[in-house]
């Protein structure tokens, strides 16, 4: 109990770890990709705001001649600056320069003292226009200005100011230069020399996000960047919301894992109980000779009906068995129990029973030894025991060619089962000296339909049609397939619906009865098939 509550417990604790850890993820590439986009937008929207200034600074120099019909300076003139000023919402003032220094101005008037604009050491030359960045134009109040000839425009202080909130709340950064970065015009945010070392590809950091944004026409680039910051620190909700989704997507997973390993837990124990109170039964399917339907053996199929559960298939309690350590348990149940209650039957009639085993059991010194002495104990020949054997419970196929050499030496018999599968295919029917071949029933399928296998067919049936081996068609369903059987490979053999489903061992026992009675079928062992197949 103590045992069960423990897994339970780290079933829990690994789903609400592995939920945590995920949703974690999860939460940091999201939040990487939505910063990684806010900064490429950002570095978008301060290139777009520099060149619609660009723009606008040079609509307003074309139109220059307009005021040169004026005394510069003199009121009228102002006043046409004015005028021309008024639809600009990014330019703030456009003044008049005389020797590199501004004598008036749309917003001022006329100076009382010019403002020469060569004593500013943030100046950019780019063609016939100068950039004065910072320009002090009073005290406290600077402003970037471009000029050229006799004519400056002042760029308005608040053209950038949505950018510099934006900088101030996510902790952006930009740097807006020439298209080459070799001058810079002007930087928003505090770790702009970050950027700018990231940039020029002095520094390397990882959690720097850095995106350029560039326009040939106006040469200019604009480098935007953030420090990834991780998401809780920046919101604590988002970190109590990933907290309890992680929480309950971890419990459930934890719930649905345990409910599963609970069910399969108490199917495991009660086929173990099933084992020991012999609770497990047979049934047995007949193989047919296809050229004239008489019988050659029969399989042994294991059926499981639990009083609480019901019916449960062997494709379900097998795999369980296999995965579990035991169907090594339920191989030897099987071989004891199957072959004392068909002995007299094998012997009477001389067919052969088909066991289905695991690589494992073969390999086993405690299969082979309770194979022999029941054998040995019922009478029974080794030639009337088939041993079928696929890869899906795969050993090393080196331990099974010498164990199946020690079978030999009692007349035991060898099927490759499920043949034309992945499970079963040429490298082990080259290795492995097996008596018979049972071809799987995803090949018989493809008999008369479209099927992708019916295209490996007429090469199986070349190939075995001089092999010297017992060939079985698994799941025969129809007549047509057994007609095809019986036209391509009349010497081969077949199980299926077609012919009979899986009976209780009496029902076995009164069709072997009816086939002797009635003379339609001979029923053969599986010797005189080994012969007829090497004839
Ligand atoms: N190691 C052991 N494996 C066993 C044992 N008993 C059964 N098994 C394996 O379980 C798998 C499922 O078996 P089962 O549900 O019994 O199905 C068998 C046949 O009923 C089914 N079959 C036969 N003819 C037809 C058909 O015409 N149509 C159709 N849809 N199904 C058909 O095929 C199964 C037999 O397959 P195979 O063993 O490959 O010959 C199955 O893998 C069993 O091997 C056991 O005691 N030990």
Redesign the pocket.
């Known amino acids: 109990m103590i045992k069960v509550l423990k897994k339970s417990v780290s079933i829990y604790i690994a789903a609400l770890f592995l939920s945590f850890a995920f949703f974690y993820i999860v939460a940091q590439v999201a939040y990487y990709a939505f910063i990684q986009e806010k900064v490429e937008d950002y570095a978008e929207s301060i290139l777009a705001r520099s060149d619609n200034i660009i723009l606008q600074v040079r609509e307003i120099n074309a139109l220059r001649e307009e005021f040169s019909v004026y005394t510069p300076c003199s009121d009228p003139y102002l006043h046409a600056l004015r005028k021309r000023l008024w639809p600009y919402p990014l330019i703030k003032d456009i003044g008049y320069v005389e020797d590199g220094r501004i004598i008036c101005s749309a917003l001022w008037g006329k100076y009382p003292a010019p403002l020469s604009l060569n004593v500013f050491k943030n100046k950019v030359s780019r063609g016939s226009y100068t950039w004065v960045f910072d320009a002090m134009i009073e005290s406290n109040i600077t402003a970037d200005v471009v000029y050229n000839n006799n004519f400056s425009v002042t760029v308005s202080p608040f053209a950038f100011t949505r950018f510099r909130e934006e900088s101030t709340r996510w902790g952006l950064n930009a740097v807006v230069g020439d298209f080459n970065h070799k001058q810079h015009f002007f930087r928003v945010g505090n770790n702009t020399s970050l950027l700018e070392n990231i940039e020029h590809g002095k520094v390397h950091d990882l959690f720097f996000i850095a995106e350029k944004s560039c326009d040939a026409r106006h040469d200019i680039c604009v480098v935007a960047g953030v420090r990834h910051s991780f998401v809780f620190n920046d919101n604590g909700y988002i970190l109590v919301f990933l907290f309890c989704v992680a929480s309950l997507v971890g419990l459930i997973i934890g719930a649905l894992i345990s409910k599963n390993q609970h069910e399969n837990q108490s199917l495991l124990t009660r086929l173990e109980n099933a084992i020991i109170n012999k609770e497990l039964h047979f049934v047995y399917?007949p193989l047919y000779r296809v050229k004239d339907k008489s019988i050659i053996g029969v399989?042994?199929?294991?059926r499981w009906n639990d009083k609480q559960m019901g019916n449960i298939?062997?494709?379900i309690f097998?795999p369980l068995a296999e995965e579990n350590g035991l169907?090594n348990k339920?191989?030897l149940y099987?071989v004891e129990h199957a072959i004392k209650e068909c002995g007299a039957a094998l012997r009477e009639k001389d067919i052969t029973l088909s066991?289905?085993?695991?690589c494992s059991d073969i390999c086993s010194k405690t299969f082979y030894q309770r194979l022999v002495d029941t054998l040995q104990h019922e009478g029974v020949a080794g030639k009337h025991i088939m041993l079928?054997i696929t890869e899906r419970q795969s050993g090393r196929i080196e331990d099974i060619m010498q164990s199946i050499q020690l079978y030999k030496e009692h007349g035991v018999l060898f099927a490759l089962?499920?043949f034309g599968t992945g499970y079963s295919n040429l490298k082990w029917l080259s290795m492995l000296d097996v008596d018979e071949i049972?071809i799987d029933?995803s090949i018989t399928d493809s008999i008369g339909t479209q099927s992708i296998n019916r295209h490996i067919l007429p090469g199986l049936i070349a190939m075995f049609k001089d092999m010297p081996r017992i060939i079985v068609f698994?799941?025969?369903?129809n007549e047509a397939q057994h007609l095809f059987l019986q036209g391509n490979l009349p010497e081969s053999c077949a199980?299926?619906?077609?012919f009979s489903k899986?009976l209780a061992f009496s029902e076995i026992e009164n069709l072997l009865a009816q086939v002797k009675q009635t003379g339609e079928c001979a029923v053969q062992g599986a010797d005189n098939d080994a012969a007829v197949m090497t004839s």
């Open positions: 399917q399989e042994v199929l294991l298939g062997p494709d097998i169907i339920i191989s099987v066991i289905n085993v695991s079928e089962d499920d049972k029933k698994e799941g025969v369903e199980q299926g619906w077609y899986a």
